[in-house]
């Protein structure tokens, strides 16, 4: 049983702030022994290629009995199904030990990757060309500078658009340039985030998504206050471009985990680290991490995965210094112990996918917005709601929309009162009873 580390007469203020390491790191067994075999097989063989290392667990999987259309199943559901084939050829092999259907499965994920990815390079270089012949300031952000700076190879990450950051007094330029260049505005009522799809190149649509902030949605800065006077110079392909510095890199991976798969992110994030680990500022990520709750409440979750998780090899005393409102952190405590153990549960991205409406309780309206839009433009068609209903396109839109805004408000509400009843009555009468309590 884990015990919170606080004294007894503050647990009831729930505005109050507490170093969150100690509190869950304490009493918790490594999260990877809770969960089924096959994706524990892809943790470590996550863990494995960040430290370019052959790790004896992930070795020992293989002459397993191991049902390798669960570990195919999990890599899509995770977005990381390349990764894993590069990985497996890397190391083992993809041979006759593997099932046919999986192997073709594997290959034919990392080869469409590979295409997808190439194509996505040459457009963002044809777009930063035009941008720097206006001497607009931008920088890439997430997978589409990631593929180039931190991985050996292109094809490994999955990608599904080009992110750029760009300053809030260009984002007229810089749609007049897109729309010039054969761009459609499909939305930009999502503050400080516009996207635009150019269906005329090849048959996959591209997608550019360009944004001001790296939070969607909010008012307020979220941008690293050094963000632009950190950037560095970056010569790829034989052009030169401006990219965010590791730090600030980091914190914009981080302020997505929310909206990303969460073992894909993480990758990036551990991946990122280890390459610039002996230059890598956590002063500076840390301060900038405490100026924003939302920022900062992200920064920790990504951190304290990052150490459980893929094993990264990050100090507690950094995670210490992160400290998040009291509620949030018994949550996240909550979830991420207590649900481990449930099959129901049993894929992490599902998990904080539905922990996000508790701890950001403004993500559920956001989400339910966002989500119009990735139905309206016919993107995740499994999301599409069933024809059966007849209802015009519009309204099966809005149908679904409200059916995942009500189904989050309900969750919310659900985990909200498991956690104040496991904290205000379950634990309290352990302590005193000394008893287990179902």
Known sequence: MI?????????LKISLFHPALPVIMSGMKDLIKKIPKEKAFIIYLLRNSIYDSFDLPS???IKQDIDWTAVLSAAISY??????YYELNKRYGINSSLPSPVINALTSYYEKTLKKNT????????ITDTLREKEIDYLPLKGIILIKTVYSNIGIRKMSDIDILIRSKDVDVVTNDLLRLGYKKIRDDAKNHYTYINDTISNDKIEVDVHTKFRYGVDKNSLPSEIWQKKKSYTIDGKETGVPSPEDLFLCLASNICYRRLLKNLYDMASLLQKYKGDFDWDYVLKEAGKDGYLRTCAFFALFC?????NTDIYDAHINKIKINYLRQITIEYVLTKRLTSESYAVLERRFKLLRYVIFPGEIKLSAVMLHHRIANGRHLKETVDLKLGLSDNKQVRFRGMKILIRNIIFSFIISYKVLRFY????PLRSICGTQLQ
């Open 424 to 427: 205000l009555i379950k634990k």
């Open 306 to 310: 990052l150490k459980k998780l893929l």
């Open 79 to 84: 977005k990381i199904e390349p990764l894993i």
């Open 3 to 11: 015990r919170l580390a606080c004294p007894q007469q503050t647990r």
């Open 119 to 126: 194509l996505l390079w040459q457009e963002f270089c044809r």
């Open 59 to 61: 070795h020992r999987f």
